[in-house]
């Protein structure tokens, strides 16, 4: 069983996208990218950074509906097929960059609206979550808007199970969750195994999981001010029971 010694580097990878991303359809990407549009809002003419965008599923869409599109990642596998699947589109008005979070000041462009989806925040350290936030603010244009969507910690723990299994037809997946309350990291173990060749491949993602108050007050104390609350695509207001933790700030200053 193989193992890289960045989780990152193997979890963001072709493997991900070609097992992980199955379920990500683009009837869900559209229904996405509507909230989205409606809940920031989202306007004509504006210039939008999808930051951690992977294989470009929100970035697309964006770009397909005429607004001006950069995607920024950390994995080159992954922009491979979010730049072949832009060209196929025909798409002028979308870049992307694979660049480290902390590096974000070098993009020559202003934004109107920063986009961190699907916990791609709170994968490095606390200090770097801090940084990254100080790298936004300095590329949002003045009252900009970031959206930062992760997993809900409460709703997450109050249903946690340290075991799950997932059977389909050319492969099994088997997750060990674990939640370190010392230190809010929460790991997944997940082990893929191919059934039409018997191999087994072990996949690790490690984030740490904010609560509300604490990601509020991070953004607070990098120069946001955090004007919304939502707690699914759907729109509804945050509660402990909420499937995600979605916070609209707007940049001050």
Known sequence: MERSKDWRDEY???AYYNFFARHL??????KEVDFLEVSVPIKKNMMILDLGCGFGRHSIELAKRGYKVVGV???NELLEIARE????EGLINLEFYCMEYKDLSQINY???VVLCLYTSFGLNSYKEDRETLKE???ILKPKGKLLIDIENREALLRHFIPYSWDIMEDFVLLTEHKFEPETGYYTSRRIIFERSTGEAREYIRKIYLYTASELSNLLEDTGFRVIKFIGDYEG???SIASR????????EG
């Open 73 to 75: 990642d950390r994995s």
């Open 136 to 138: 936004v603010y300095k």
């Open 25 to 30: 359809t683009q009837e869900r990407t559209e």
């Open 12 to 14: 963001f990878s072709k």
């Open 85 to 88: 699947n832009a060209k196929k």
């Open 236 to 238: 509804h207001k945050y």
């Open 110 to 112: 202003l934004f109107d």
């Open 244 to 251: 995600r933790l979605i916070l609209l700030s707007i940049k």
